[in-house]
């Protein structure tokens, strides 16, 4: 599933600090993004389970989904994603637009909760009429960050290792949003693994730092299960996640994030978005500028993707078109 390996390479934006960016936007399945990269190990294990019907739960806007959806189709499986919308806030326009709008033209079968209180209920329910109808259903954890998905990442932080000693850099850190952790979980047992000590610092894109470290400390766990690994090269101590860059919460839109969003667009040429890598660029930034971390050397942003959300119903980044002259004859033409 994955065009791999994803470049490394630099960028304008936080020249000063030397900093490098993992493209990990561009893994190549339906406007690419993280999520391909565990896919491509829990597919093979719903193959290997022979498994005709995936089933798995998020929200609306969902980049899980949308790869999953891709994944599925590719894979000649059926998809059936329960969704529910986090946020009460969300407009209309999120209903055809951006992700969702993709996972419909990718062929998901969606099913709606009313909310993320009935999820559980409704994955059950979607589950039984599906086996009723004689299919045989896997189901897929949240983000896909368990013991089999997280495996993606392990590979990517070996394939990171390859990369940054073919090209010669020294990096210290690698920097990625946490939000289920397995892509942190991955990076920090792939790196163990091959004998790097390079510091994964994870910015929460939602909840506080407790509950983010156990998120990753379990699927450090799962994986080493996976792996057999009876004494893991990785410490408790190795999860580090800073949660003051999540603003009020998942979705919710931050100042700092939107404005590296749009600063990373018109420097570099390169899409962030407003709900996980902008936030995290943001808290990236910030810390490198508040020499926060100690001694930095080539540090890596992990592009995590997440593009489509761009796409979904008006945000305050559409602000950057306001200035175009003549915008107000499209709107008479439009409305
Ligand atoms: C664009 C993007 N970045 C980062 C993440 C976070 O990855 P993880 O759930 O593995 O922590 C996600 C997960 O939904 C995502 O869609």
């Known amino acids: 599933l994955v065009h791999g390996p994803t470049p490394i390479h630099t960028l304008r934006s936080g020249e000063k600090h030397k900093l490098w960016i993992k493209r990990d936007d561009c893994t190549g399945l339906a406007l690419g993004g993280n999520k391909t990269r565990k896919l491509e190990f829990t597919i093979g294990q719903a193959i290997a389970e022979g498994a005709t019907a995936l089933v798995t739960a998020s929200g609306i806007q969902s980049n899980h989904v949308r790869q999953t959806a891709a994944a599925a189709a ?106 289920s952790g397995g892509t942190h979980a991955g990076l920090i047992a792939g790196l163990r693994l091959a004998g790097s000590s390079i510091q994964v610092v994870g910015i929460s894109v939602s909840e506080p730092t407790d509950a983010k470290i156990k998120r990753v400390g379990q699927a450090l766990s799962q994986i080493a299960v996976r792996l057999g690994i009876e004494a893991p090269p990785w410490a408790a101590s190795d999860i580090l996640v800073l949660d003051r860059y999540a603003g009020a919460g998942y979705a919710f839109p931050t100042a700092e994030a939107d404005e590296w969003v749009r600063s990373v667009a018109r420097n570099d040429g390169i899409l962030l978005d407003p709900v996980y890598t902008g936030k995290a660029f943001a808290g990236a930034m910030d810390l490198l500028d508040a ?45």
Request: aromatic letters at 6%.
């Open 291 to 335: 020499e926060a971390l100690g001694k930095v050397a080539d540090p890596l942003f992990l592009h995590t993707g997440g593009i489509p959300v761009l796409f979904a119903e008006p945000t305050s980044l559409w602000d950057a078109l306001k200035e175009t002259p003549g915008l107000d004859l499209l709107q008479a033409r439009i409305v």
């Open 74 to 179: 590719r894979s000649g499986l059926a998809f059936h994603p329960i969704v529910f919308a986090p946020l009460p806030r969300f407009g209309i326009g999120h209903l055809n637009s951006g992700n969702l709008l993709l996972d419909g033209l990718l062929g998901a079968k969606l099913h709606v909760a009313e909310s993320e209180a009935d999820l559980d209920a409704k994955v059950s329910d979607v589950i039984e009429s599906l086996t009723r109808e004689g299919h045989r259903v896997f189901f897929i954890p949240l983000g896909a960050s368990d013991g089999v998905g997280s495996l993606g990442y392990v590979a990517a932080a070996l394939e990171i290792v390859d990369q940054i000693r073919a090209q010669g850099l020294s990096t210290s850190h690698v920097f990625t949003a946490t939000g």
